[in-house]
């Protein structure tokens, strides 16, 4: 892949087609201790595949799921959905562990591979490299960090973090990584301080980038 702008060959999205004998599913929230913070779940079949949500807000997640299919039954193209908000406990999925190019996602990955390997002992250049790489989505920037850390430690840090579904492309190419949209919202939990986060206090991203 050249060096240059990454042009995103995947859109991430759901699709979901409103069948008529296939209406949303409320089912039965999820019990447990009763101290525990109550989820409820919403379930729709598409395909042989499920459009799912769970939220801790009483009736989000059929709600959701209906807004889903609702906007989106019209759409014919190939999506994935992985959905997680921490406030409300709410997640979402549709064929989340189907893999795609990573194209400009494989950013959040570099900088988790250089957090994880520097902390917070960058250097000027470091931080300029990271800074233009996440805010102005520069791939220059993402080049460089890349080579500088070398493929073994970007390996590092998907193993470090448990992404066994993010896969780096054979050849080389940055762009090319393998990813699903289930191990992105992972990425982006860990990357947020998420409790087990494979990046401690000291190591996660704050106010430089």
Same mark, same amino acid.
């Given at each position: 892949?050249?060096?240059?702008?990454?042009?995103?060959?995947?859109?991430?999205g759901?699709?979901?087609?409103?069948?008529?004998? %296939?209406?949303?599913?409320?089912?039965?929230?999820?019990?447990?201790?009763?101290?525990a913070p109550?989820? $409820?779940? &919403?379930?729709?079949?598409?395909?042989?595949?499920?459009?799912?949500?769970? *939220?801790?807000?009483p009736?989000? &997640?059929?709600?959701?799921?209906?807004?889903?299919?609702? #906007?989106?039954?019209?759409? *014919?193209s190939r999506?994935?959905?992985?959905?997680? /908000?921490?406030? *409300?406990?709410?997640?979402c999925?549709?064929r989340?562990?189907?893999?795609? /190019?990573?194209a400009?996602?494989?950013?959040?990955?570099?900088?988790?591979?250089?957090?994880?390997?520097?902390?917070?002992?960058l250097?000027?250049?470091?931080?300029s490299? &990271?800074?233009?790489m996440?805010?102005? #989505?520069?791939? /220059?920037?993402?080049?460089?960090l +890349? /080579?500088?850390?070398? $493929? $073994?430690?970007?390996?590092?840090?998907?193993?470090?973090?448990?992404? $066994?579904?993010? %896969?780096?492309?054979d050849?080389?190419?940055?762009g090319?990584?393998q990813?699903?949209?289930?191990?992105?919202?992972?990425?982006l939990?860990?990357?947020?301080?998420?409790?087990? #986060?494979?990046? *401690?206090p000291? %190591?996660a991203?704050t #106010? +430089?980038v």
């Amino acid at each position: 892949m050249a060096r240059g702008k990454v042009t995103s060959m995947t859109v991430f999205g759901v699709v979901v087609l409103a069948v008529a004998l %296939n209406p949303v599913i409320p089912l039965i929230p999820k019990s447990g201790p009763q101290h525990a913070p109550r989820t $409820e779940h &919403a379930a729709q079949r598409f395909k042989g595949r499920t459009v799912e949500c769970t *939220s801790g807000r009483p009736g989000l &997640a059929e709600t959701l799921v209906r807004h889903m299919v609702k #906007s989106l039954e019209k759409r *014919s193209s190939r999506v994935s959905i992985a959905l997680y /908000d921490r406030t *409300s406990r709410t997640s979402c999925t549709y064929r989340a562990d189907v893999h795609y /190019d990573s194209a400009s996602t494989v950013k959040p990955i570099v900088l988790g591979a250089l957090l994880l390997a520097r902390g917070t002992r960058l250097t000027g250049e470091e931080r300029s490299l &990271a800074r233009e790489m996440i805010v102005n #989505s520069d791939n /220059d920037a993402t080049y460089a960090l +890349w /080579d500088l850390l070398g $493929e $073994e430690r970007i390996q590092d840090f998907l193993d470090e973090a448990g992404l $066994e579904d993010t %896969n780096l492309n054979d050849a080389g190419f940055m762009g090319l990584t393998q990813i699903t949209a289930r191990e992105q919202v992972k990425l982006l939990q860990l990357l947020t301080g998420a409790h087990g #986060s494979v990046l *401690s206090p000291r %190591n996660a991203p704050t #106010s +430089w980038v």
